[in-house]
Structure formats: structure tokens, C-alpha cells
């Protein structure tokens, strides 16, 4: 799974610490999952959209792999 | 006084998955009981310390060079379980912020220690025999633990690091 968070969380101007503190998880998660280390769960997903304001589809998506 | 999380609800499971685990503020008193351990234990292969001697504990020891003694003193007992406990809060003290993320890393890292510690000792039963043995497997029962601090440690430093370049 790809993910667009680090071009969201510039574009929002937000630091990985300030988006981790608004949805309520370590700097580490935001970390892992933008570097793609780390596939978040439904419900952390759709937090982390709804800080954007976006659909999920919209920040994460399916590869050819998946 | 202190709390212990021992949470069995389900509410934000998922996202906190943190049972069984002490609070983050314990880590230091385990490091401290731990270092106390291991200083009492290394001091005492010079010292000698007999630490909360009981004369007469067992009056129907008989006196043989592994079985149980007359009179007993607790300093190995006192060293074993400071070196446990301190590894043991050590180990399961939460994170700051504890999450999925974490626990994943947690239980990744648990099962790798098992993997690399009973590696270790098939190595051991295979290259290490009589009384070095029984010192190994003693050994042992601390390994899993410092094993897991370790690999633990190392993944949540990895994933602190900041990469600097933009996707």
C-alpha cells in the first residue's frame, strides 16, 4: 500500500509530531507510515483522513502488489 | 499510589492495544533495580556478601556439595530477583505514547527474542557440557528479556529518526 501523508502533511504545513499529538499516536507511527514501514489500521486511517479533511482513498492507496 | 494498567476492555482496542502494561514512569525504577542487581552481582564475586544469613534454616540438611545447606543467606536470592524484576519493568513499561504501531513493534520483537535466545542455547546444548551447562542455562532465563529490550530499543530509535528527504 502507498501513501501520499508526507505530500498531505506539507501541504497542510504540519510537522510529523503535530499531526502524531492530533490524532493521538507516537511520532514513530507517522514515521514508519510514511516511509511505507508500516500499514496503519482502519480506524487509524480514517483518523489520519479526517485530519485532511479527505476520503482515505484520497491518501492511501492499493498496489499492483497488494 | 501507582496505578497498573491492567486493561481488559475492549474500548479502542485497536488503537491501544496496551495490556498488561506498567506505566511509562516505571522504566527508571526498573533500570535502577536492575543496575542494582548487577552491581551487587559483580561486587560479590569480590566481597562475598552474606547478605541475610538464616543460621539453621534447614536442621536436617545433610551436608553434600549440591544440596541444600544448614544455613542460608540470601544474596543470590536478593541479586536473581532485582536482575529479574528491574529486566522485567524494564521490558513491559508502555512508551509514552503507546499505540498500534508500538504494540506491533512489541510483540514482533517479543517473538524474535524467542527465536534468537532458543537459537543461542541449541548452540550451547551442542557446544557446552557439565557444570558450564547449568551456568548457560541460568544464563538463559535472563537472555529472552535483554534480548527483547534490545531489539525493542533498536526499532523504536529507527523509527524516531527523521528522513529528510521528501517522497
Redesign the interface.
Given at each position: 500500500m502507498k501513501n501520499t501523508l508526507?505530500?498531505e502533511r506539507?501541504i497542510k504545513n504540519i510537522t510529523?509530531g503535530e499531526l502524531?499529538e492530533i490524532i493521538?499516536?507516537?511520532?514513530?507511527?507517522i514515521?514508519?507510515?510514511?516511509?511505507n514501514?508500516?500499514v496503519?489500521?482502519?480506524?487509524?486511517a480514517l483518523k489520519i483522513a479526517r485530519v485532511f479533511d479527505k476520503p482515505v482513498e484520497d491518501i492511501f492507496a492499493l498496489e499492483d502488489t497488494d | 499510589m501507582c496505578k497498573v494498567y491492567f486493561t481488559f476492555r475492549l474500548i479502542n482496542f485497536?488503537?491501544m492495544r496496551s495490556r498488561f502494561l506498567l506505566p511509562h514512569g516505571w522504566r527508571i525504577t526498573g533500570v535502577i533495580l536492575f543496575l542494582m542487581g548487577l552491581a551487587f552481582s559483580i561486587a560479590d564475586q569480590w566481597l562475598n556478601v552474606q547478605f541475610l544469613t538464616w543460621h539453621n534454616l534447614r536442621p536436617f540438611a545433610t551436608q553434600t556439595l549440591t544440596g541444600p545447606s544448614l544455613d542460608e543467606n540470601f544474596a543470590d536470592e536478593i541479586k536473581m530477583l532485582l536482575i529479574l524484576f528491574g529486566l522485567l519493568i524494564v521490558a513491559f513499561t508502555k512508551?509514552?505514547?503507546?499505540?498500534?504501531?508500538?504494540a506491533?513493534q512489541r510483540l514482533d520483537s517479543l517473538q524474535w527474542a524467542m527465536y534468537v535466545n532458543y537459537a543461542v542455547f541449541a548452540v550451547c546444548i551442542l557446544s557446552v557440557y557439565g557444570i558450564d551447562f547449568f551456568s548457560v542455562t541460568i544464563f538463559n532465563v535472563f537472555t529472552p528479556l535483554i534480548i527483547f529490550i534490545i531489539r525493542f530499543r533498536w526499532i523504536?530509535h529507527r523509527?524516531?529518526?527523521?528522513?529528510l528527504q521528501?517522497?
Open positions: 508526507r505530500i506539507a510529523q502524531a493521538g499516536v507516537s511520532r514513530q507511527t514515521n514508519s507510515i510514511e516511509s514501514k508500516y496503519p489500521s482502519t480506524i487509524l | 485497536t488503537l512508551e509514552q505514547i503507546e499505540d498500534e504501531f508500538i506491533q523504536m523509527a524516531s529518526k527523521k528522513q521528501v517522497a
